[in-house]
């Protein structure tokens, strides 16, 4: 192949399971490595209620079967190069309204259209695989709302010829993972202890510190405000740490400062989540900016089209 494009041809699955993600699935089958389903079936049980997915349980069941797997905050062009050594990557990108994150496997890159190519689960008439070719701008600006992280699944021969820029991170990257399955299963002690083992190898490691940021927020410690803070020093782009930012002035009365980091976190990515329109249209009515408010609720129902609240909304927005 040319340098104008690289391509990659990945098996069409529909298995999926919470502890045996899909984007996992596919890329170990693409290694032909077959990770059993009753595996993954009989891990879920402690995971009952949830109805996201477990990355690390995927993962950790790739490695028992033969792969081997680093976990780094990365760049465009690594994710070009690992794709021409024939990899497909796996990154995590924002999730779609109300879904905080998900996991995508990239497939190729166009380089003259400057598109980066997804795997879409659904293939076509003929069974075939079909991409999602996101314009490299827009790709680029999403991923680094995640820190630019990169999961890289392959035979230890492949991987160990792959040089990477922050292969040191991998260890701290990994304990992040680990602190998100101990979330999940309420168990906040080791999800905290996860997560300051990962700032200890990488002090500097966005994902754990807004991670840490978050948890604190949610056990209402200002505490939380330093860790957010200095996640947002490494990466300028981490909605998340904007949008915890802003929940913890707002549950501390700080109306205009949470307003800032709401707008700011809306200035990254104005789809990400609509609650946070309802959020700061609370705030703007606070303030006496009813217009503002009005505004917000009306996006917070075009961004959230199954509103279990509509009605209660449809009606404020006539009142202000």
């Known amino acids: 192949m040319g340098e ?18 899909l984007p996992i699935n596919v890329v170990s089958k693409y290694w032909n ?17 949830f109805d996201g997915s477990i990355l690390i349980e995927g993962i950790e069941s790739a490695e028992r079967h033969g792969l081997t797997c680093k976990i780094v905050h990365s760049s465009l062009n690594e994710l070009k190069k ?13 999730g779609i309204p109300e879904i905080t994150q998900h996991a995508s496997v990239i497939t190729g890159y166009d380089q003259q259209e400057k598109t980066i190519l997804h795997y879409i689960q659904k293939g076509n008439q003929d069974g075939e695989q079909q991409e999602g070719a996101i314009p490299q701008g827009i ?23 792959v040089s990477l820029e922050n292969g040191s991170g991998d260890k701290s990257n990994r304990l992040c993972l680990v602190s998100e399955k101990y979330s999940v299963l309420k168990n906040t002690s080791e ?26 927020n949610a056990q209402n410690s200002p505490d939380c405000v330093k860790y957010y803070e200095k996640c947002l ?7 998340l740490a904007y949008a915890g930012l802003g929940n913890f002035y707002l549950k501390t009365n700080q109306f205009e400062k ?32 009813n217009s503002g408010a009005k505004d917000d609720l009306k996006d917070y129902l075009r961004y959230y089209l199954k509103a279990p609240d509509r009605g209660i909304i449809e009606q404020a927005i006539r009142e202000l």
């Not at 021409?84 to 990108?93: D, T």
């Not at 020093?233 to 909605?239: A, P, V």
Request: glycine letters at 4%; a negative charge; charged letters at 25%.
């Open 33 to 49: 490595v077959d990770l059993p389903m009753e595996e993954a079936i009989e891990s879920a049980k402690k995971y009952s209620g």
């Open 139 to 161: 790709f680029e600006k999403e991923w680094s709302e995640e820190g630019k992280l990169l999961i890289i699944l392959a035979p230890l021969d492949i991987l160990s010829s």
């Open 82 to 94: 690992v794709i021409a050594l024939g990899i497909p990557p796996i990154v995590i990108l924002p």
């Open 258 to 289: 949470a307003e800032n980091y709401y707008t700011r976190a809306i200035e990254i990515n104005s789809k990400r989540s609509a609650k946070i329109y309802k959020n700061r249209a609370y705030l703007r009515e606070k303030q006496n900016n």
């Open 4 to 21: 104008e494009n690289h391509e990659l041809l990945l098996p069409l699955v529909d298995d999926e399971n919470i502890c045996l993600p």
């Open 191 to 216: 999800a905290l202890e996860s997560l300051k083992q990962a700032m200890n190898l990488d002090g500097n490691n966005p994902t754990a510190l807004n991670l840490f940021g978050a948890m604190l």
């Open 233 to 239: 020093q490494i990466n300028s782009r981490s909605y």
